[in-house]
Structures are given as structure tokens and as C-alpha cells.
Nanobody
């Protein structure tokens, strides 16, 4: 049973920092992509940052220069360093791991979500 366990969310003042971490456990091996998504109340879930097995990264325009995504050597842990946080960053953040199971298919795994609240 594959599980993604998230940690690091919480309440922070504007301009502050948080570091999210997501660790995968269970039978997951061929990790292709990892990332973080977020969803604010009444809004669609959006990609915040993604990273491939090869290390290529992709960030939402709204977080470029403020957030940094990284992984461990085994590609089973993905982290998101969030600096200069703004109130509009407030959302539930979801960890994502994509496992390649064939040349044409990727199996998606999601964390349970962790709340990030930026407020003064």
C-alpha cells in the first residue's frame, strides 16, 4: 500500500517561511515526476511546483523566485521550501508522486493535504 505522508504545514505571518515535506512509503519504485499542488477554497487545484526524476523543475508564475522544490536521492521524498509567503499562498497543499508503470501510463499518488495559512 503506497502512502504519501506530508508534514510542515501551519500558520505563518506574511513574509515568513515554511518547509513542506512528503515521504512515500510502500511499493513505489519508478518515480517519474513529483510535485506540490494547492487548492484554496472555491478555487481549482493548481500546480505549484513540479520536478522530474532527472531534476527538471517547473513552477507556477506566482511562486517563482520564492518557492524551491527538491527531492532526495531515492526520489521518494519531495520538499517545498516556501519563502516570502503571501496571504494569497493560503491553501491546502497536496503532495504528488507519479509512478511510470508502462511506456504510456503513469500511476498517480496523492498526499492527504496539509493546510498552509499565511495571515497577520
Amino acid at each position: 500500500q503506497v502512502q504519501l505522508v506530508e508534514s510542515g504545514g501551519g500558520l505563518v505571518q506574511p513574509g515568513g517561511s515554511l518547509r513542506l515535506s512528503c515521504a512515500a512509503s510502500g511499493s513505489i519504485f519508478n518515480i517519474n515526476t513529483m510535485g506540490w499542488y494547492r487548492q484554496a477554497p472555491g478555487k481549482e487545484r493548481e500546480l505549484v511546483a513540479g520536478i522530474s526524476r532527472q531534476g527538471s523543475t517547473n513552477y507556477a508564475d506566482s511562486v517563482k523566485g520564492r518557492f524551491t522544490i527538491s527531492t532526495d536521492n531515492a526520489k521518494k521524498t519531495v520538499r517545498l521550501q516556501m519563502n516570502s509567503l503571501k496571504p494569497e499562498d493560503t491553501a491546502v497543499y497536496y503532495c504528488y508522486h507519479g509512478e511510470r508503470v508502462s511506456a504510456f501510463a503513469v500511476r498517480d499518488y496523492w498526499g492527504q493535504g496539509t493546510q498552509v495559512t499565511v495571515s497577520s
